[in-house]
């Protein structure tokens, strides 16, 4: 791969960058919000790079070379002769970086859905500590639907040894995950820094057929205890009498009580 095309690879991987974290919301498809920053100080960094080598190899063309540039062309000539070949323009395997910093620019991939919820295994918060003796979970409001997020719902489905869920029609959102033999979940996925150490918060529904994989739904419903609660051996189900289908958010990895404001 030649210099001039080098430089070329830098500035599509900077602009790249610029346009799924400045210009768009695509990267919280992948990461957190918080590293936005980042990212884009990143894009600034690698066009900055592709500017200065444009300007000190020439772009698209190499810049005439001069005296000293040809003696040490050909210095290096003299060297390739010894063992055949040349290293001058690079492998030709560096081309399939063109790969990623063409897709960013042009397709930028779909945040993580129902493939990977499918095949990762549901883990529900760890119940929160308490020290005084009271309740693990607050009580839930007495009239309404209450608006809950999958991992909040989760957490007391499997930890929440007082039911507090009981008697309570719950809205959760989520995006859809086929199960084996008919079955479905509502599931979000959240990440810590990236997709790349998402975890799986997923809820078993009973009752309507499961919309299209990875279709982003809001379920209301009633918990159905599974298995003792405060061990392993629970998992959430909800009991669901609507389903109702909604936008996909912005930020797909953001567990958050999903309001109207904020659809």
């Known amino acids: 791969?030649?210099?001039?095309?080098?430089?070329?690879?830098?500035l599509f991987l900077g602009v790249g960058l610029l346009h799924i974290s400045l210009l768009t919301d695509l990267y919280l498809r992948y990461v957190r919000p918080g590293l936005r920053p980042a990212l884009i100080a990143s894009g600034v960094l690698l066009i900055a790079l592709g500017a200065v080598?444009?300007?000190?190899?020439?772009?698209?063309?190499?810049?005439?070379?001069?005296?000293?540039?040809?003696?040490?062309?050909?210095?290096?000539?003299?060297?390739?002769?010894?063992?055949?070949?040349?290293?001058?323009g690079g492998p030709k395997v560096a081309w399939l970086l063109y790969v990623p910093a063409l897709t960013i620019l042009f397709l930028a991939p779909p945040a993580l859905g129902s493939y990977t919820a499918s095949r990762d295994d549901a883990k529900a918060p760890k119940a929160p500590a308490s020290t005084t003796g009271d309740s693990l979970f607050p009580a839930l409001p007495d009239k309404g639907v209450v608006e809950m997020s999958l991992n909040d719902?989760?957490?007391?489905a499997v930890w929440d040894t007082d039911r507090t869920l009981k008697g309570h029609t719950v809205r959760l959102t989520g995006f859809v995950t086929p199960g084996r033999h008919g079955t479905w979940y509502v599931s979000r996925l959240v990440i810590s820094c990236c997709a790349a150490d998402a975890q799986v918060r997923k809820v078993r529904v009973h009752g309507p057929a499961a919309p299209p994989a990875d279709t982003w739904v809001t379920v209301t419903g009633t918990w159905r205890p599974t298995g003792k609660l405060g061990t392993d051996d629970a998992s959430p189900a909800l009991d669901v009498s609507i389903v109702d289908r909604v936008p996909a958010p912005k930020d797909p990895y953001h567990d958050v009580v999903v309001t109207p404001d904020s659809r």
Do not use: C, W, Y
């Not at 719902?153 to 007391?156: C, G, H, I, P, V």
């Open 153 to 156: 719902f989760s957490s007391r």
């Open 53 to 88: 080598s444009a300007a000190r190899d020439g772009f698209p063309f190499n810049r005439p070379r001069t005296h000293g540039d040809a003696q040490d062309q050909d210095q290096g000539n003299e060297a390739d002769h010894g063992h055949g070949h040349s290293h001058a």
């Open 1 to 10: 791969m030649k210099r001039n095309i080098q430089v070329l690879l830098l």
